[in-house]
Each structure stands twice: as structure tokens, then as C-alpha cells.
């Protein structure tokens, strides 16, 4: 595999990081995940203004914008041989004198790379199931995509391997807020509900489409502090991320729900279907 590296493209077993970089000291470093399909880096502007606002946070002087990052991404595409793919574009601080350190970080490590993934067939599903552990409180203000990923890691070795099953957090006082690499979402009648971002759940790219999505398909959203109750009133039930895009819920505990059967589940697919290969933001969605 073929991986950018600052400036250079080079051999995945080349690639390179000094243990002095304070992503790997200390955490300091955010990521994205996002799918390319046909050759079209969806959402890239979202994805790209999201990471931007987090390393304002981390104290990382670096933008990104489009015209920068889609010749990179061109150029992953071409030598891997690829056309759709999984890529994951990664920025730490870069290297620093050892302490905590309050400057800004001037020269970070910038590093995408990308693995083969076709475009989606049919709409899979999964099962749910509430976790033990509860979702950690965000380091700062907002969840950020950052290297902390530990309570997610921790959430997956409790639910266990299976890519059928996806685990759900609730926060200390025990509100629903995400999946474990997913945000939630339920509806009833004409209505969609969702965790607040206020919650301290990571606010997903796909979370925010989706919402705009479905003022499209005139659907009214709801977003707050919601019991793991709430989910037995549902009518359909579904997570999203990235790379998953929109995957219905056919089980939450010993609950059936109707996965992708589900009437609004298959209209948002179906919606979501025809922006892949077009959108580079959500804003853009007419
Ligand atoms: C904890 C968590 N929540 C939500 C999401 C969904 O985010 P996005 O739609 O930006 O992929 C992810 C994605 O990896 C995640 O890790």
C-alpha cells in the first residue's frame, strides 16, 4: 500500500512517525474516516471543516481545504490502483520538546492513506445492545475525532468481535448516546430522533447529513437527553457513520424492529444513494 506522507508518497513500510511527536506523547492528533466512491471523496468539505475546528482546539496551525487534500487524494487513488476506497486522513501535532506543552504546534504530521472498499450493494443490518460501560465525558468542550480512543476500544472488547452487532453507550446519568463508531437514531411516525450533540457524543458527519436529509424527505428531528426506554416506543431504529453510511437496526436486546425493511430506513438509503458520488457538503444538498 501506498501512503502520503508529508509531502511524499511512500511504501506503508516506510511510513514513519518520532516518538517525540506529541500525537503519540500525549494524544494529540485528530482523524478522519471517509469513503471515496467512483473516484468522489464524499462529504470531503464536512469532514475536512470538522477536522479544521478540532486542531484550532488542539492548538495545531494547520487548515485544510479542498484544493489541497483532492490532488492527494488522486494521487492515493492512482497508485494504489483504486477507485472507491476507505481512506483515513490523519493529523498529530508533530514533534515537541518533552512536557506539556502550551504553544502552538507549527509543524504537524500530516498522513492519509486509503484500503480498498466497494461501493455498497444492499443495505446489511445489525443487532444492538446496550453496553455496561458508559460513554466517557469529552476531554474539552465537544467530542473531538481524536487518537482517544480507549472507552471505544474498551466498548468493543465488551460486545466482542462480531461486525453484525453494534454497542450502545449511555452516559453517566443514563441517556442513550452513540454507538461505539456510530451515532443513533430512531423514529416514530414522521419523526426522527437523535442523541444532543450536548450529550458529549462525537457529532457525525453522516449524523448531520442525515438530519438535512431528512428535511428533504419532510421529516421532522428531534435531538436531546433520551431513557434507553425510548427506544421500545420506536418504530425503526438505525446508526450511521462514514463508512457504514445508514444501517438499520433489526434487534435491540430482545426487541425486533423492522431493519431494512423499515420504511424511512429505505428512504433515506435510497436518498443517500443518489449524493454519493456528487456531494462535497451537506450544504449543497438541494
Ligand atoms: C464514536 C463515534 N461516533 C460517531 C461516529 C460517526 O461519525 P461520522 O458520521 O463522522 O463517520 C463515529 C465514526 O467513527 C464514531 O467513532
Same mark, same amino acid.
Given at each position: 500500500?501506498?501512503?502520503? /506522507?508529508?509531502?511524499?508518497?511512500?511504501?506503508?513500510?516506510?511510513?514513519?512517525?518520532?516518538?517525540?511527536?506529541?500525537?503519540?506523547?500525549?494524544?494529540?492528533?485528530?482523524?478522519?474516516?471517509?469513503?471515496?466512491?467512483?473516484?468522489?471523496?464524499?462529504?470531503?468539505?464536512? %469532514?475536512?471543516?470538522?477536522?479544521?475546528?478540532?486542531?484550532?482546539?488542539?492548538?495545531?496551525?494547520? #487548515?485544510?481545504?479542498? %484544493?489541497?487534500?483532492?490532488?492527494?487524494?488522486?494521487?492515493?487513488?492512482? /497508485?494504489?490502483?483504486?477507485?472507491?476506497?476507505? +481512506?483515513?486522513?490523519?493529523?498529530?501535532?508533530?514533534?515537541?520538546?518533552?512536557?506539556?506543552?502550551?504553544?502552538?504546534?507549527?509543524?504537524?504530521?500530516?498522513?492519509?492513506?486509503?484500503?480498498?472498499?466497494?461501493?455498497?450493494?444492499?443495505?446489511?443490518?445489525?443487532?444492538?445492545?446496550?453496553?455496561?460501560?458508559?460513554?466517557?465525558?469529552?476531554?474539552?468542550?465537544?467530542?473531538?475525532?481524536? %487518537?482517544?480512543?480507549?472507552?471505544?476500544?474498551?466498548?468493543?472488547?465488551?460486545?466482542?468481535?462480531?461486525?453484525?452487532? #453494534?454497542?450502545?453507550?449511555?452516559?453517566?446519568?443514563?441517556?442513550? /448516546?452513540?454507538?461505539?463508531?456510530?451515532?443513533?437514531?430512531?423514529?416514530?411516525?414522521?419523526?426522527?430522533?437523535?442523541?444532543?450533540?450536548?450529550?458529549?457524543?462525537?457529532?457525525?458527519?453522516?449524523?448531520?447529513?442525515?438530519?438535512?436529509?431528512?428535511?428533504?424527505?419532510?421529516?421532522?428531528?428531534?435531538?436531546?437527553?433520551?431513557?434507553?426506554?425510548?427506544?421500545?416506543?420506536?418504530?425503526?431504529?438505525?446508526?450511521?457513520?462514514?463508512?457504514?453510511?445508514? +444501517?438499520?437496526?433489526?434487534?435491540?436486546?430482545?426487541?425486533?424492529?423492522?431493519?431494512?425493511?423499515?420504511?424511512?430506513?429505505?428512504?433515506?438509503?435510497?436518498?443517500?444513494?443518489?449524493?454519493?458520488?456528487?456531494?462535497?457538503?451537506?450544504?449543497?444538498?438541494?
Amino acid at each position: 500500500m501506498i501512503v502520503f /506522507a508529508n509531502g511524499e508518497y511512500i511504501s506503508s513500510d516506510e511510513v514513519k512517525i518520532s516518538p517525540f511527536d506529541h500525537g503519540f506523547l500525549y494524544g494529540l492528533g485528530l482523524f478522519e474516516t471517509f469513503r471515496i466512491y467512483e473516484g468522489h471523496p464524499f462529504l470531503l468539505d464536512d %469532514h475536512l471543516a470538522r477536522l479544521n475546528e478540532g486542531l484550532r482546539t488542539l492548538g495545531i496551525k494547520a #487548515e485544510y481545504r479542498r %484544493h489541497e487534500i483532492l490532488p492527494i487524494l488522486k494521487g492515493l487513488l492512482a /497508485a494504489n490502483s483504486l477507485e472507491n476506497a476507505y +481512506v483515513r486522513m490523519n493529523v498529530s501535532a508533530g514533534n515537541g520538546e518533552i512536557g506539556l506543552q502550551t504553544a502552538e504546534y507549527e509543524e504537524p504530521n500530516l498522513i492519509l492513506f486509503m484500503k480498498p472498499l466497494g461501493t455498497p450493494s444492499q443495505l446489511g443490518e445489525k443487532k444492538l445492545a446496550l453496553l455496561n460501560i458508559r460513554r466517557n465525558t469529552p476531554e474539552g468542550a465537544t467530542r473531538l475525532k481524536s %487518537h482517544h480512543y480507549l472507552n471505544n476500544i474498551l466498548a468493543k472488547r465488551e460486545l466482542g468481535a462480531s461486525s453484525e452487532a #453494534e454497542g450502545i453507550f449511555l452516559t453517566r446519568e443514563g441517556f442513550l /448516546a452513540e454507538g461505539i463508531v456510530s451515532n443513533l437514531f430512531w423514529t416514530e411516525g414522521e419523526t426522527l430522533f437523535t442523541p444532543s450533540v450536548e450529550t458529549g457524543i462525537l457529532n457525525g458527519i453522516t449524523r448531520q447529513f442525515v438530519m438535512k436529509l431528512a428535511g428533504k424527505l419532510q421529516l421532522g428531528v428531534q435531538e436531546g437527553f433520551y431513557p434507553q426506554e425510548a427506544l421500545l416506543e420506536a418504530e425503526e431504529l438505525f446508526v450511521t457513520n462514514s463508512i457504514q453510511e445508514v +444501517v438499520p437496526v433489526s434487534m435491540f436486546g430482545q426487541k425486533t424492529f423492522p431493519g431494512k425493511e423499515g420504511r424511512v430506513v429505505q428512504a433515506l438509503s435510497r436518498q443517500y444513494g443518489e449524493c454519493r458520488r456528487k456531494l462535497w457538503t451537506r450544504n449543497s444538498l438541494q
